[in-house]
């Protein structure tokens, strides 16, 4: 929400143009390689992942001389090709939540990076404190929560004033009215004086860019007549997950129409009851794996298409199983994979396929329908009858339709 001020706003006032992309995603590559080269390029982990896929090497060098990427953690082995390539300090990891005013610090990568990418050190003007429950400085290497202060801590949330003071707090260890906001995010310093990133400390979290309350989700399963309790958990392949104590039976359809899509979980498992801990707490670490509670309804593909499809899947997934009724992302899809399905789709039956196809008809079987009735469409528009320059009539031969 916030990367309209370094995207559009900064360019702007420094006197450059902006260029606005509506088309798909399966061509920002060519897109983007058109419209440079650029100074620099600044995007999310999940747009990189999905330029990285279709840029070759030598693209890559022609487009940009500097790359940041923001938004979530950044994995290590997403930008290691680039960091060798564009040179050491030329990709860089920024953090900083948005009441900072976007950016809070930065990090060059100058060497490789297995796990995720620190978020480094504070910017200009920007001050960056690790601190304990009691307010108090922690040693390097010890976990706290992330304060940061600085010209870009906003006043507060509009007309929210219990909020604003619970989450902008006077900076005890600044000058007189100085101030810090509360990230709710767990770091530590690194012996090099980086922070690095460790997790949340609360159920916000944040999903292929959006950041998500994990509480609100759950609020809304509860409000469903068939649903008298609910525990809510992002999986490792960031999935949003629903455990239900209820009928399960309609609750995506029925939260559609509550909450945006990108906060609608793909996997709902019905359970007896939410496990807890000692305290009346909900227990995730009890929850069951969602793989476990699914019943086996596989369906084997039924035609050459469909076969071909779940094969693509297969790959792209890293599932051996793929059944003609499988919905793409309850099997672990998510819109980043969705764009290179679709590319991947596009390259094995030398089809034009919008990305919005994927969500419409998101099972091999909806795929292979639309992919048929496409195809279809393209023989009948070669085979119908058309007037040539005589005024005579013809139609399409054999010759025509090969």
Known sequence: FDLVVPNVWAPLVAGQRVWLYGGELTELGDALVAAGPFAFIKLTPGHFEVLDQQLSD?????????????????????????????????????????????????????????????????????????????????????????????????????????????????????????????????????????????????????????????????????????????????????????????????LAESLAEALPPYMVPSVFVELDAIPLTANGKADRRALPDPGATVTDTYVAPRSEVEARIAEVWSQILLVDKIGADDNFFERGGHSILAVRLISRLQDEFDLDLPVRVAFERPTVAGLAQEIEDRVRAEIEAILAPTADDDGETRTGTPTDQA
């Open 58 to 250: 030598e693209r890559v060098q022609e487009l940009t001389r500097k790359v940041v990427v923001a938004g979530e953690a950044l994995p290590g082995q997403l930008v290691e090709r680039w960091r060798q390539l564009l040179g050491d300090g030329q990709v860089i990891n920024e953090y900083g939540p948005t009441e900072a005013t976007v950016g809070t610090c930065v990090f060059p990568l100058e060497e490789e990076f297995t796990g995720v990418v620190p978020i480094g050190r504070p910017l200009p003007n920007m001050v960056m404190r690790v601190l304990d429950g009691g307010m108090r400085p922690v040693p390097v290497g010890v976990v706290g929560e992330l304060f940061v202060g600085g010209t870009g801590v906003a006043r507060g949330y509009a007309g929210r004033p219990g909020l604003t003071a619970e989450r902008f707090l006077p900076d005890p260890y600044g000058g007189s009215g100085e101030r810090l906001y509360r990230t709710g995010d767990l770091v530590r310093w690194r012996a090099d004086g980086a922070v690095e990133f460790v997790g949340r400390i609360d159920d916000q979290v944040k999903v292929r860019g959006y950041r998500i309350e994990l509480g609100e989700i759950r609020a809304a399963l509860v409000a469903q007549a068939s649903v008298s309790d609910a525990a809510v958990v992002v999986s490792d392949e960031q999935q949003l997950i629903a455990y239900v104590v209820g009928d399960s039976d309609g």
